[in-house]
């Protein structure tokens, strides 16, 4: 039970070694936890760690606000602070991001689909954070690092004398 939801179905705590979700229905939202389920060095006793399925990690020296599209209540994540729970309200499978001091608007990515360095680029007071997204049986995590020079996983050089070359990320 979390908050204001109510207790989960069951499920086994006899396989060791296996990993899952349950989710804790609430009122407003629904709650997905993520469940470990380890030996001890003992062999005899089990370990079983509960955390949230989402998980925020902002590595930046930003503050960086996440809301889920189409949604108006915006987590905080402050500079270098990691394990930010996130709980999504609907099945939206998109976030936007916006970064404190910066002017451009809001940018969306999937956080349901794994995602390694995405640069979001932003106005030139940030310039832009990356954004990696690890997905796994039991957890998602949702880290934002800032870019440093080679982080970009390639390299666009026009080479030409006179053409202008025009490129965007989705």
């Known amino acids: 039970m979390i908050s204001d939801s109510e207790l989960s179905d069951e499920f086994s705590l006899d396989t060791v070694g296996s990993h899952g979700d349950v989710k804790c229905k609430g009122r407003y939202k629904d709650y997905l936890v993520g469940v470990k389920i380890d030996a001890s060095s003992f062999s005899l006793t089990r370990i079983v760690t509960f955390v949230p399925f989402y998980m925020l990690v902002n590595r930046t020296k930003h503050c960086v606000y996440i809301c889920e599209e189409g949604q108006d209540n915006w987590t905080e994540a402050e500079p270098e602070q990691s394990a930010i729970p996130f ?4 099945n939206a499978k ?10 451009s608007p809001p940018r969306t990515i999937d956080f349901k689909r794994p995602e390694n360095c995405l640069l979001l680029h932003l106005d030139n007071s940030v310039g832009g954070i ?17 870019y440093h020079d080679g982080a970009a996983p390639f390299l ?3 080479h030409t004398k006179d053409q202008t070359l025009e490129f965007h990320q989705r």
């Open 156 to 158: 666009i050089i026009n």
């Open 130 to 146: 990356t954004v990696d997204v690890n997905l796994s049986d039991h957890s998602a995590t949702i880290r934002f690092s800032e």
């Open 94 to 103: 998109r976030l936007n991001i916006k970064v404190q001091g910066c002017l």
């Open 87 to 90: 709980w999504p309200e609907n």
